[in-house]
């Protein structure tokens, strides 16, 4: 466990992450943060480039699912379109959100990494569960609360370990 705001990876947005990289990294479990790292706050459905991505890990042995800060019901829509499993209220970065996702999958911690795009909640969680931590660029800062919490983020998302980043919000 470490109390760490570094990322481990970061990337421009999840559709990034390629399976080769989880497969070099022994990564057979991608948690998933659900609000601006897979769809924009307020979105009814997945887009259509989001679930080809899903579909595509899950065509390489990858198990995807999402672990959520959401109070909403509509997460297990995503989750339905999707075809994942998910978690909802996992209160990261302190719940037992990601503990339930590996005790549900049976996957270790060494297996096992969380994408999200925030560093307070996904990238702390991430690193307290000692699994690796991948941190996506929000997808749309369509709210000043949204804008001002990157800013504060920025100097922890500068610092990720493995930058690769192609897309950023400058
Ligand atoms: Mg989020």
Do not use: C
Request: hydrophobic fraction near 40%; aromatic fraction near 10%; charge should be positive.
């Amino acid at each position: 466990m470490s109390f760490s705001l570094i990322p481990d990876y970061s990337f421009g947005k999840l559709t990034d992450i390629d399976v080769e990289l989880l497969k070099r990294s022994g990564i057979k479990l991608l948690l998933l943060d659900l609000d601006n790292t897979v769809s924009p706050y307020g979105e009814k459905k997945p887009s259509d480039e989001m679930k080809s991505w899903f579909d595509g890990m899950k065509n390489e042995g990858i198990t995807l699912f999402i672990v959520s800060n959401t109070r909403k019901p509509m997460a297990g829509v995503f989750a339905r379109e999707l075809g994942v499993d998910y978690i909802i209220r996992a209160k990261k970065p302190f719940g037992k959100g990601v503990q339930r996702a590996l005790a549900v999958t049976g996957f270790s911690e060494g297996e096992t990494a969380l994408a999200g795009d925030q560093i307070f909640t996904d990238t702390l969680a991430a690193n307290l569960a000692n699994v690796t931590s991948f941190l996506v660029e929000p997808i749309l800062l369509n709210y000043p609360w949204l804008t001002l919490r990157y800013w504060v983020e920025k100097p922890f998302r500068m610092m990720a370990k493995n930058d690769l980043r192609r897309q950023r919000h400058e």
